[in-house]
């Protein structure tokens, strides 16, 4: 069974930092891409960045230049560092994995990832 596990969440003051971590469990997701999204409330949830399985990484413009994404292949988990975090980035915030091996594009859709995790709270006060 596949399971996708963040941790890392928290609160934390604005302009602050955190690293969430996803962990996976069940498959081997060293050609498949992971992505991270959030959720609000509120609101839709939202594409906040991915990896590709072979490196490549796209940001939302609202996280670009301060979050960072990162994967080792090896202990199976990708990354989300956060910093210079705002109270805008508070939600809940998940992690998933893409269900295509080696696709030749970076998707950001979410309809388009197949596993997901169970999501972390950031929340960041003023």
């Known amino acids: 069974q596949v399971q996708l596990v963040e941790s890392g969440g928290g609160l934390v003051q604005a302009g602050g930092s955190l690293r969430l971590s996803c962990a996976a469990t069940?498959?081997?997701?060293?050609?498949?891409?992971m992505g991270w999204f959030r959720q609000a409330p509120g609101k839709e949830r939202e594409f906040v960045g991915a990896i590709r399985w072979s490196g490549g990484i796209k940001y939302a413009d609202t996280v670009k230049g301060r979050f960072t994404i990162s994967r080792d292949n090896a202990k199976n988990t990708v990354y989300l560092q956060m910093n210079s975090l705002k109270p805008e980035d508070t939600a809940v915030y998940y992690c998933?994995?893409?269900?295509?091996?080696?696709?030749?594009?970076?998707?950001?859709?979410?309809?388009?990832?197949?596993?997901w995790g169970q999501g972390t709270q950031v929340t960041v006060s003023s």
């Open positions: 069940g498959r081997t997701f060293t050609n498949y891409a």
């Open positions: 998933a994995a893409d269900g295509v091996a080696r696709r030749l594009i970076l998707v950001t859709t979410q309809a388009e990832y197949t596993y």
